[in-house]
């Protein structure tokens, strides 16, 4: 089955709480998370955005994926999260299709998805996530 919807969009910055306060202001959004994963060394805040959320990323490690994209790009979009039913059919699906994967199983993403990242070498240039919520 095709993905739901957008999921998410995940955003670089360099200083989460000023780009908060970014947001809030010029959007009127509400910031209603903020989370650390330690795993991908980053501290994300997230906005609901009818379906979608927005997803601001900051580094904790200069080392870390977002670290080296900063250091690399600047701030700016990062990655597109698409909501799937199932993300191991997913996955292989797009294995056997010869795109390159960053990550070969599901892992635990912010907000309780699993997740998994497609390279973005095999898709158009662009970071694609696929995640689920299991818990629906
Ligand atoms: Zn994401």
């Known amino acids: 089955m095709e993905p739901t919807?957008?999921?998410h969009i995940g955003?670089?910055?360099i200083n989460l709480e000023?780009?908060?306060k970014l947001f809030e202001k010029v959007?009127?959004?509400?910031?209603y998370?903020?989370?650390e994963v330690a795993?991908?060394?980053v501290r994300t805040a997230f906005f609901m955005l009818g379906d979608t959320k927005i997803e601001l990323l900051e580094s904790t490690d200069p080392e870390g994926p977002i670290g080296k994209f900063i250091e690399k790009r600047g701030e700016g979009l990062h990655h597109i999260a698409f909501a799937v039913?199932?993300?191991e059919d997913h996955l292989r699906h797009a294995e056997e299709l010869g795109i390159k994967l960053i990550d070969a199983k599901p892992r635990k993403g912010a907000e309780g998805l699993d997740i998994a990242f497609l390279h973005p070498k095999?898709?158009?240039?662009?970071?694609?996530?696929i995640c689920e919520d299991k818990r629906k």
Do not use: P, W, Y
């Open 33 to 35: 998370n903020i989370e």
């Open 11 to 13: 955003i670089a910055v």
């Open 27 to 31: 959007f009127r959004l509400k910031c």
């Open 85 to 87: 039913k199932n993300i």
């Open 18 to 20: 000023d780009a908060i």
């Open 5 to 7: 919807h957008i999921e």
């Open 122 to 129: 095999s898709t158009s240039g662009v970071l694609i996530e």
């Open 39 to 41: 795993d991908q060394k």
